[in-house]
Structures are given as C-alpha cells and as structure tokens.
C-alpha cells in the first residue's frame, strides 16, 4: 500500500468513542445563539420600561403645564323590581359587597364589574368607588326607587401613564 492510500484510510471507532467535536460545536452554537436573542430582547423591553418611567417622572413633575380635558360618561338604568325587593333585606349600613345577582345585572345593564367590591351603603343608596389608572368611577343604586346611575370619567394617555408610575388603582 502507498502512502497516500495509508493516509486517506479511516481508522475504526470504538464503542465507547466520543462524539465528534462538529456536533458539541452545534448544540453549543444553537444555545448561544439562543441566550443571545433572548439577551437582546429583554434589554429592549427594560429600555423602553426605563424611558417611560423617566418620561412619566417628567410629566409627573410638570403635571400644571400640561393641559387634560376630563371626558365624563354617565349611564343611567333601573333595577328591576325582583331585584329592588331583594336589596329591602340587605343591610342598611354595610360595606358588604352587593348580593351576586345585583351585580350580574350592572354587569349586564350598565357594562360595570362591581362583584366583591366594597360598598358605602346608607339606608338611602348603595354606592360603589370604580377607581380606575388615569380616571375614576362609581356607581350609586337608590334603594327606594331602583335608579342606578354609573359615571366614568377619564383624564387622557398622560394621566393614565401617570397613574401606572405612581401604582394607583393599577
């Protein structure tokens, strides 16, 4: 046999060989490339969280020079008569949330999530605080008459983004 024969042979693997260094190169290429996506992504996310909460630090601070026109939406219904009758055996001064179908029915009437929500209730009203980030809500049910009136007012994008940084009603 030559010598260039002897050299293009190809020695046998044994059983307990192992694997070649193409394919640890791989699997290890795949994983960085991995940790490198994911690095990238999570540091643009924590910039733009970084830049909004500096921006809204600023409107914070400057909070008379910027101009908002509250928008006030009121809605105005009636609670049926079974109902009425059922609120005659709820307490007359409670902070008890509304019974389950009082709730489902402003749910369903007046758009308004008020199940387990705290109540200011007086003989004469029920009233619910609807706080919301960047507005405010409540809703008041007359107890002798049935009128619910729900009103939501809202301060705008910067007032929202505002309410975010301090955590109020987030």
Same mark, same amino acid.
């Given at each position: 046999m030559t010598e260039l024969a002897a050299q293009n042979q190809i020695e046998p693997t044994s059983r307990g060989?192992?694997?070649?260094?193409?394919?640890?190169?791989?699997?290890?290429?795949f994983w960085l490339k991995q940790l490198h996506s994911w690095h990238w992504i999570s540091a643009a996310v924590s910039?733009?969280?970084?830049? $909004?909460? %500096?921006?809204?630090?600023?409107? /914070?601070?400057?909070?008379?020079?910027?101009?908002? !026109? &509250? =928008?006030?939406?009121?809605?105005?219904?009636? $609670?049926? %008569?079974?109902?009425?009758?059922? /609120?005659?055996?709820?307490?007359?001064?409670?902070? !008890? &949330? =509304?019974?389950d179908a009082v709730a489902r029915w402003s749910a369903e009437a007046l758009k308004v999530q008020i199940a387990g929500r705290p109540t200011e209730t007086t003989p004469e009203e029920i009233y619910v605080a609807l706080p919301i980030p960047g507005g405010d809500g409540w809703l008041t049910?007359?107890?002798?008459?049935?009128?619910?009136?729900?009103?939501?007012?809202?301060?705008?994008?910067i007032a929202y983004l505002n309410d975010l940084h301090k955590g109020r009603n987030a």
């Open positions: 060989a192992k694997k070649p260094k193409a394919a640890l190169n791989g699997a290890r290429s910039l733009v969280g970084m830049i $909004l909460f %500096a921006v809204t630090g600023i409107t /914070l601070n400057h909070a008379a020079s910027i101009p908002a !026109e &509250p =928008v006030t939406v009121e809605q105005t219904a009636t $609670l049926p %008569a079974p109902l009425l009758q059922r /609120l005659a055996a709820y307490p007359q001064e409670t902070t !008890e &949330p =509304v019974p049910i007359d107890r002798a008459t049935g009128e619910a009136v729900h009103e939501k007012t809202t301060r705008g994008w």
